[in-house]
Every structure is written in structure tokens, then in C-alpha cells.
């Protein structure tokens, strides 16, 4: 019981399936409050079905999830005061102002005039969408909409927070803005903060990574101790012609097939790089060594890259920005 009170988010034998389809497998995680915790996962992995296990919105077929001590499926609504979500999908009002989004929300969750006041003006200052209050949201860019998803999710004071891919498809530096926003409130409120990501260097700022593949959890751990159990270096390489990629592949079969024709071979030793570099150096179009990184740690558990997940990611955020 103490270990559930304790926790930020608590789960416990989550499975859940779709028409008889397994998108969660037994999962079980502990995120301690005040941490934050990144999910990374190829597309399909159970990301969002976790998620929206999470906010109350799926009921899992079996397993027991708290959010700071409280069991969402018994208490949903008091579970729902406790966090701040932010959906995969855009889900502002875009007819509406800044303000209209932020006060209805204000409402919904029963604060007073008096805080909504308060609390409108600061989260619009965080975000720095002050000068914006009054225009309505479908005047606003994808990374001026994100900004204000994030300061509704923190609109009523949460102690957790909930991000499903907050930052895809926005450029670089809006990126950083909004983890420096995030980074200001964990430090100041101890704010929990659970999020998905494809982006490495987020996850590499997060307190834990937790890599999720097929419905299952594969490794959950702080992103130096994930670099130094699974972070081995690895070989990209483009074989000249089909019979380099045979001989290679039956040298070490074990080879990731990766985008554009490329493999990916793990470094076991120095040894093994210099046979491969001296006996298919000539017969390769291309070769990168990657350093250990989350980058190879994520290959590694996934098989696949993360690289990849962005290109192929048929929810991107870029795509849904166009249709508005
Ligand atoms: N509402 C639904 N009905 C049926 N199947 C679903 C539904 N939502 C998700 N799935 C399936 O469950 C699995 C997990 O999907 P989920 O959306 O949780 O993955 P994800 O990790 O968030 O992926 P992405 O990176 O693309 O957002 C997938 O096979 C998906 O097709
Ligand atoms: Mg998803």
C-alpha cells in the first residue's frame, strides 16, 4: 500500500486487447512522483493504449493502474483532478480563443472565477501565448497549439502530467521550448511527467526510459544504466551488391535489416569490427559506426530505429496540422 501511495503512476498486470487483437501484454511499471518517465516504442506498441488506460478513457481487461494512490477504474474522477493530459491528437476547441479553451476547462474541472483568473494568466505566461489570449485557435500554428494543449493539461494545478507524443512534427526549437516549460514545472511543482516520445534527446532528459515493444515491456531503467546493459555500438552499412548482403547476413545473422537497404550489425568487440572492416570494407557503398547512445540502445531491445519511427509514423502531427 505504501508502495501505491508513493507512486506517481502505478501499474499492475495491465493487459488489454482490441477484438481479441493484444495490445497490452501484463504490463506493470512504477513511476515514483516527482519523476519523469519516457515510453518509447515503435508504432503499435501499446503506446496510446496505455495512455488512455491511464486518463480513464479504456478500461483494461485485466490489471490494476493508480495514479497517485488512487485506482483510476474505482475513483475515475477524483484519479482525473490528480493529472493534466495531453492527447496524441489535438483536442482544443480551434472556433474558441486561447482564453475561451483555458476558462472552459477552468469550469469543467470546477475551479472558481477567482483561480481561473489566475491560473489563465499564468499558464498562458508560461507558455508564452499572453499576447494570443484573445485569438481564436485556428489562427495559431501546430507549435502554438501544442504550447496551449500543455498549459490546459496544467490549468488545474495537476500533480501528474500526461503527454502522448507532445513535440512530433514541431521544428527543433519550439521542441526545446516546450521541454524547458515542462523542466520549469517539474522543478518548481515536483511535477510527475509521463510522456511519449521519438525523440531521443527527450528521453535522454527523462529520470526513466521505458521501452515498450508489442504490447510488452522490454526494459525500464535510467538512461544511463539502459546505455550501459544493452548500449553497444553498431555498424550501419550498405552492402555493394546482393552477394556482400548474403555473405554478411550469414556471418552474423543476427543483423537488424534497416530503412533503405541498410543493416545494422552490433559491435561485440574491437575484434569483430576490424574482421568486418577488413574482409567487406571494399564491398560496401556505405558504413557509419554509431557510439553507444539510447539510440542503439532502442535498436537493440526493438529492432528497429527510431529514425525510421519518424517517416513512417502515419499519426504524424505534421500530417494532421494539414488537414485543418
Ligand atoms: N481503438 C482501437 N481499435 C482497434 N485497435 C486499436 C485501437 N487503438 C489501437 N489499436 C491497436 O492496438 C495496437 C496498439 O496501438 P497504440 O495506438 O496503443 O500504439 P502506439 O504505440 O501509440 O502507436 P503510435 O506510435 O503509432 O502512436 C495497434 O496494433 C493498434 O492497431
Ligand atoms: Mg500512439
Redesign the pocket.
Known amino acids: 500500500m505504501d508502495n501505491i501511495e508513493r507512486s506517481g503512476i502505478l501499474l499492475a498486470g495491465i493487459s488489454h486487447a482490441?477484438?481479441g487483437?493484444k495490445?497490452l501484454d501484463n504490463v506493470s511499471l512504477a513511476l515514483p512522483l516527482g519523476q519523469s518517465m519516457a515510453l518509447l516504442?515503435?508504432?503499435?506498441?501499446?503506446?496510446?493504449?496505455?495512455l488512455n488506460i491511464l486518463c480513464g478513457l479504456v478500461k483494461p481487461d485485466k490489471g490494476n493502474a493508480y495514479l497517485a494512490g488512487v485506482d483510476i477504474s474505482r475513483h475515475s474522477d477524483i484519479a482525473r483532478r490528480q493529472m493534466g493530459v495531453v492527447f496524441?491528437d489535438d483536442s482544443l476547441d480551434d472556433r474558441l480563443s486561447a482564453w475561451e479553451n483555458l476558462e472552459f476547462h477552468g469550469l469543467v474541472y470546477g475551479m472558481d472565477r477567482k483561480s481561473r483568473a489566475r491560473r489563465i494568466d499564468e499558464v498562458l505566461e508560461l507558455v508564452e501565448l499572453t499576447e494570443w489570449a484573445e485569438n481564436p485557435v485556428r489562427s495559431f500554428s501546430g507549435g502554438m497549439k501544442r504550447r496551449l494543449e500543455i498549459a490546459r493539461a496544467l490549468m488545474h494545478e495537476p500533480k501528474i502530467l500526461i503527454l502522448d507524443?507532445p513535440t512530433v512534427g514541431l521544428d527543433a526549437q519550439t521542441r526545446a521550448k516546450i521541454w524547458s516549460y515542462l523542466n520549469q514545472q517539474r522543478r518548481d511543482h515536483a511535477l510527475t511527467v509521463f510522456v511519449?516520445t521519438h525523440y531521443i534527446e527527450e528521453a535522454e532528459s527523462c529520470d526513466l526510459i521505458c521501452v515498450i515493444d508489442k504490447g510488452i515491456i522490454q526494459a525500464t531503467d535510467s538512461p544511463s544504466a539502459l546505455k550501459s546493459r544493452f548500449g553497444k555500438g553498431i555498424v550501419r552499412c550498405l552492402p555493394r551488391d546482393s552477394e556482400t548482403r548474403r555473405r554478411l547476413l550469414a556471418k552474423w545473422p543476427a543483423a537488424q535489416q534497416l530503412a533503405d537497404d541498410r543493416l545494422g550489425i552490433t559491435i561485440e568487440s574491437k575484434a569483430m569490427l576490424d574482421d568486418l572492416l577488413i574482409e567487406f570494407g571494399a564491398a560496401l557503398k556505405e558504413i557509419q559506426i554509431d557510439e553507444p547512445s539510447l539510440e542503439t540502445v532502442f535498436l537493440a531491445i526493438t529492432g528497429k530505429e527510431m529514425r525510421e519511427r519518424e517517416e513512417i509514423?502515419?499519426?504524424g502531427r505534421a500530417k494532421r496540422n494539414k488537414r485543418i
Not at 516504442?41 to 496505455?50: D, E, Q, V
Open positions: 482490441y477484438s487483437r495490445a516504442g515503435p508504432n503499435g506498441a501499446g503506446k496510446s493504449t496505455l496524441q507524443e511519449t509514423n502515419p499519426k
